[in-house]
């Protein structure tokens, strides 16, 4: 799925480190999501963006910080992780309304 | 609540078909949807339904949908080990905005 890329594909940092992670989509969408994905847990929804405001803020600890600067970029700034932070984060997006999500290919985070 | 729920695993032999199923809980979902995740990619969007639907077929994909039981299911035949990954189910559900539920994924193995 090229239409959604994120960066990097792969994190480790320790828990004292600030990173942010990247999206950006090339389908011409108007709302744009953080998933997390742990293992052997459902898929997890963490921020909605539609038209660039936050319309979801599904109970995320404020260690996670979203950035929505326009339609097709999406940030996920992290600070003083967990280790339980650890997991793939992925970031999705999808025309308002019933329209179908698409999904880039992920980050994995690990915590030390 | 809303909930999405899959059996967690699936073995087939090749050229077999596959029958990977669902339940879901909200009945005024508009679309639900299928999702394929190979290791270490993101979600791949494979097919959809509209819930005045009650069947969709797309290759050797089909797609069967029980409102009244709130069941969906997807068949892949003729199965081919590409096909080996893990199977996501989800459901819209009502928010204002396309808030997805997804099921825990259903992991399906083809051999030889």
């Known amino acids: 799925e090229t239409g959604v890329t994120q960066t990097p594909r792969h994190l480790v940092m320790g828990m004292t480190n600030k990173k942010s992670l990247k999206c950006e989509q090339h389908?011409?969408?108007?709302?744009m999501y953080w998933y997390k994905q742990s293992a052997k847990k459902p898929l997890e929804l963490m921020f909605v963006y539609s038209l660039e405001e936050r319309v979801e803020n599904n109970s995320v600890p404020s260690r996670f910080s979203p950035e929505c600067p326009n339609s097709s970029h999406l940030f996920l700034h992290l600070h003083t992780l967990q280790p339980e932070d650890s997991a793939l984060y992925l970031c999705?997006?999808?025309?308002?309304?019933?329209?179908?999500?698409?999904f880039g290919d992920g980050t994995r985070l690990s915590i030390l | 609540g809303e909930d999405v729920e899959q059996s967690l695993f699936l073995s087939v032999r090749e050229g077999d078909s596959s029958v990977i199923n669902c339940t879901y809980t909200?009945?005024?979902?508009?679309?639900l949807y299928w999702y394929k995740q190979e290791p270490g990619a993101g979600l791949q969007l494979l097919t959809y339904?509209?819930?005045?639907?009650d069947m969709k077929q797309d290759q050797r994909l089909t797609v069967l949908l029980n409102k009244k039981d709130k069941h969906l299911s997807l068949r892949i035949a003729d199965t081919q080990t590409g096909d080996s990954a893990i199977y996501f189910c989800?459901?819209?559900?009502?928010?204002?905005?396309?808030?997805?539920?997804f099921g825990a994924g259903t992991r399906l193995a083809v051999h030889p």
């Open positions: 989800a459901e819209t559900v009502s928010g204002g905005y396309n808030k997805l539920i």
């Open positions: 389908l011409g969408h108007n709302a």
């Open positions: 339904i509209f819930s005045n639907m």
């Open positions: 909200d009945s005024s979902s508009t679309y």
């Open positions: 999705a997006s999808s025309q308002q309304g019933n329209q179908p999500q698409h």
